[in-house]
């Protein structure tokens, strides 16, 4: 194992389904201009209230990638 | 944008089926008495387990709402 | 209620599958070898990204077990 | 077991006698108005100075009861 | 000095002119309906950004108030 | 002095007296199978609300001892 | 609304007039480059003292904008 | 009422009676040296374990006195 | 660059004014008695409400200057 | 990658030499014991001072291992 | 001293030998890329265990440098 | 063991060699003036880059001494 350097970069992601759904939406939206990304963190779990439902989840997250391999 | 103020409650929702269900089941229950809810961000979750299994999911959230519109 | 001491654990639960389903490995297995667990508390929720999608989810509880009844 | 909300609030009790003078105190004096009280939670724990000795304990809690049963 | 109860709410004031001006906006709101304010902590400060520039400060406060007095 | 290896464990001891009999209580119990307890620390008070009284204390602490002297 | 993903980054902003003026000069310089931001968090608040007054103040913001619109 | 300044010391008391009595101990202690002080706050509670039982309480607080009047 | 020591003080600064006001007072006073104040860190915003408006701003600030030169 | 479950404990080593080798100890003592660990994390770095010397230092980590395998 | 804007990012660094190296490690990298670093702060410091000893440090900072001068 | 009261004084000490000297730094300078020193923790770890690398490192800990013996 070689010495790596990560970058972790803060992510907000959003989904009228859920919140692993958020989560995942924000993965795919990064995997469009980030190369190896290793891992997430979850930092917070928010939500919008409409007409007293949950209209959608908002997850901010942590994701960690591999520096200039 | 008129510069409106907005109450923050603090609830514990619970469901046997899950996380979300749990969350749902809080605002639901509030929405009975609580006009104008606008978001929600999760403060913590627990359980209880009983009999070697999870039993009861309980999500404590924060609930924003518009004071006096 | 008698004056009951609990003892409280830190578990790391994975799965490919979901959070819940995380959490619910980790009770799983502590029940093995734990008597009278109670109640878990979420610590914090990671996981590996592979390809670009995530591949496994990780949450961190606290179980909390009675002692010596 | 059902599933209940809770709704939690934040009181901060004082006594000249200690802390959980001041603790009691809040709670009595919440349970003049709330139904339903299940638990509390310490939050901060201060108090005030007069003439070189503690004059005032003050204690800050949450307070959880069930809504609308 | 007698032993008070205080009740902490947490409300969140909006300004487009400023921090101190979304704090007074909260107070100014919550003296409609609540008496013996006493004091306030500042728990979060955030705001919208519209076409690159603040559009509008909000700031979570926490106010005390006597009980029942 | 030589280079000791200390365990962190955490309890929760529960009371119908107070807190610092639930933290005694707690140590108590552990004294049963840990030898060479040194210290510990508060992490959390809590209580259990019945008919409007405080019915149950219970503080959650870390106990740290000596690892296999 | 559709599922937005969010980035979050963190600037520290400076001035020798006030705290406000920071965080405009942060928001500020940052719309030279990011298009679509939508929100500030204000993080940390400091400052230098020189000559026994203070000559320079800092404010570190979150500033959250929509990825790839 | 003036402006006044305050300043915060941080002070670890202890007792073999209890959390109180290290509180105190610490606050009489202060007094010795340090004039109008106005409150305190309790950041830590820990203690020595001896032969299985608390042997001493130890509480650190934070003191706020009025600056040079 | 020689190795310096800073020693921080914690400092707790009121104004009728505003937030900045608080802590510019604070400053000043210490610069009474220390030499050498480099740098300050707002660790909490609070204030005094009375017949309904902010009465009072205080805001406690870590001020750290150079030890001894 | 199957589904593993970890558990953490958290020690705290001690040396006369320094930080590192305060961790390093802790893990050499887990492993008379504990199979299978996979990583520490840092929670706290303290230490003891002898005539106004650092004489020991003290770190405390979690280390997390896989359980049953 | 003009009114800067500084930028914050976070980056983990890794090293066999140990946590300065690992923090070093990250600067270097983070060089390659990025004029005008100011300061670092360490964030968390983990690493890996393999075969019961350290087998890598990880440390995670943030790195602060100056925007667009 | 009689009932001690203990101060705490937070430092910042720095060096171009790295953590451990910079906390050494300051234990020595605070020990021209404080007699009694008993214990150290760290509270932050920062340093400054110049030229793309490390070249200070700061370390900010807070040591308690006994008070008046």
Request: no cysteine; glycine share 8%; aromatic share 8%.
């Amino acid at each position: 194992m070689t010495d790596h350097t990560y970058k972790k970069i803060e992510l907000t992601g959003s989904s009228n389904v859920g919140m692993q759904e958020a989560i995942e939406s924000a993965v795919t939206k990064a995997s469009e201009t980030i190369q190896n990304m290793r891992w997430f963190e979850v930092v917070e779990t928010r939500g919008h209230i409409d007409n007293g439902k949950v209209a959608h989840w908002q997850v901010t997250i942590k994701v960690g990638f591999t520096l200039g391999v």
